[in-house]
């Protein structure tokens, strides 16, 4: 059966295109007075998949409606291949889409379903019905071709529509936040799948999700918006190693905002721990990690942004057995959740400012976005309500004895820190 799906599959991508250049210029768009896309430029290469990531609302949903032809804009241009769109209604731009709600014909099978638009197109039965099945071969659907949407799974069905979103031959596939009606399991094996199918078929595609597990793990590239301008754009690894901005750098991963002040050296104190900065040994006001930016004198005082999986926790119990004393504040373990193979644990600071600790990859159960934010007092010390916060640490379940409620640890740090900037 396998082989017969990659034979019929073969037939898909033979008679495919190469992928289109898209290419969005200066886009505008304003409702009422709220503008939605404000100056929104980005290229994206032939057969290349870009995930637009961001909060809701900013501008996701309408940088893809204004590529398909769906929403007009006030200012800007849409190129495909070098050649103006702007103008051309949405039936004439050759684009297929996949929604988050899959949008099924319930009177019609799968296979019906996919031959859809090439009916629409007058291709005949016999061709139609042969492109369908080796479109639903391709999606690994060939023996649900003749069962109805009400008889297959959700992933099964957005399966399909992707499948009829190919069918027609689109120059560009755009995709909706396709996954975020599954579960999780399904989520993952339906992206890698999307994933799979993109690449044997070369198509350009654009990618809309709020999910940021999502966007790094299925984009060639990553743009993270915010009120309507791309803040970032580049490879899932230079995103979140290497943010341009403090707003991508806590958007994307679990990030602890921290006050800290420029040391000598190239270093920055943070809780009374020296960490070494990233840029040439240099203190810089746009990031650590990023380009250009102000050099900082010694002793200004700066937020400092580390990732969570960059802090670590060790039981005072366990230094003082070892004889080997860190030098990190103290905190204690308020609270504790079972998830399988990590810990899900409360990390509260003695009078510190708090901190997010992560202990494990970066594939750790952790929120989009989710950051702590720390008040400085100007003195360099939080206040005590901040620091009262119960924080969250993830850990391994093997260390479930070690780390129980009430257990006194010390916080460390490692590496350097992802961001560095002036506080407002």
């Known amino acids: 059966m396998q082989r017969a799906e990659d034979a019929s599959s073969r037939g898909v991508i033979a008679r495919g295109r190469l992928g289109a250049r898209v290419e969005l210029r200066g886009l505008e768009r304003a409702f009422g007075n709220v503008k939605a896309l404000d100056g929104f430029s980005l290229q994206i290469e032939p057969g290349e998949l870009v995930a637009l990531l961001g909060p809701s609302g900013s501008g996701k949903t309408t940088v893809l409606r204004v590529l398909a032809g769906l929403e007009a804009i006030d ?27 899959y949008s099924l014909f319930p009177n019609m099978t799968a296979l019906d379903n996919v031959a859809f638009g090439l009916k629409l197109r007058r291709m005949g039965r016999q061709e139609r019905s042969q492109r369908a ?27 399909v529509a992707l499948a009829r979103a190919l069918a027609i031959e689109p120059r560009v596939l755009l995709l909706d936040e396709p996954l975020s009606a599954l579960d999780a399991k399904v989520r993952s094996q339906l992206r890698d799948e ?6 044997e078929v070369g198509i350009t595609a654009l990618f809309v999700t709020h999910d940021q597990e999502e966007a790094l793990s299925i984009a060639d590239r990553v743009g993270v918006m915010r009120s309507g301008t791309l803040e970032q754009v580049g490879s ?34 943070v809780l009374g721990t020296l960490m070494p900065l990233r840029e040439g040994g240099s203190s810089r006001a ?22 969570a999986e960059a802090v670590g926790v060790t039981p005072i119990a366990r230094e003082e057995a070892s004889g080997v004393k860190g030098n990190g504040p103290t905190a204690s373990i308020a609270s504790r959740a079972f998830l399988g193979p990590v810990l899900r644990i409360g990390v509260q600071l003695h009078g510190e400012p708090g901190l997010e600790d992560q202990v494990g990859t970066r594939s750790s159960e952790t929120e ?44 460390s740090f490692s590496g350097s820190p992802l961001f560095v900037t002036v506080p407002d």
Request: zero cysteines; glycine letters at 14%; a neutral charge.
């Open 75 to 101: 200012a800007g241009s849409v190129l495909l291949d070098g050649d103006e769109i702007t103008a051309l209604p949405a039936y004439r731009r050759d684009m297929g889409m996949v929604f988050q709600a």
């Open 194 to 199: 999307i994933r799979r199918v993109q690449r």
């Open 133 to 159: 099945k080796e479109l639903l071969s391709l999606a690994g659907l060939a023996a649900e071709a003749n069962r109805y949407p009400h008889q297959l799974s959700g992933g099964q069905q957005q399966r």
């Open 286 to 307: 746009v990031g650590s990690g990023g380009p250009g930016g102000t050099a900082l004198p010694v002793g200004t005082r700066v937020d400092v942004l580390i990732r």
């Open 236 to 269: 899932p690894s230079e995103i979140y190693d290497g943010p341009s901005t403090a707003f991508v750098a806590e958007f994307v991963g679990s990030v602890n905002r921290l006050p800290g002040i420029v040391a000598e050296h190239g270093q920055v104190s």
């Open 368 to 411: 989009p976005g989710g950051t702590t934010r720390v008040a400085n007092d100007g003195e360099g010390r939080a206040p005590r309500d901040l620091a009262a916060r119960e924080l969250i640490a993830v850990a391994p379940a093997t260390e479930a004895g070690a780390l129980s409620p009430g257990t006194e640890v010390r916080v």
